[in-house]
């Protein structure tokens, strides 16, 4: 997987957003790097579906203090994501 720069750090694709913010995982699966970008997507849409699944505005589990506020839809959350 290749890593760049981004907002003057080192960025590198493949964490899972929801699985960083768990702080009952080791950091070994919080840190879990994805090589395969379907397995990536589809292990973050199961988190959606089951973590998100509620009637709770959704938030952003990715342990970013800027991430802190609620979203007005799943969709939202998502958009946010892919900017995160």
């Known amino acids: 997987m290749q890593a760049f720069n981004y907002g003057g750090g080192l960025a590198s694709p493949g964490y899972c957003p929801f699985c960083l913010g768990d702080e ?7 840190m879990y790097q994805f090589l395969d970008r379907a397995k990536w997507r589809d292990h973050i849409h199961k988190h959606i579906g089951e973590d ?19 979203f007005e839809s799943v969709q939202e959350l998502m958009f946010h994501l892919q900017d995160v």
């Open 24 to 30: 009952v995982f080791p950091a070994t699966k919080r």
């Open 52 to 70: 998100l699944g509620g009637s709770k505005p959704p938030l952003c589990p990715h342990p970013r203090p800027q991430c802190a506020g609620a």
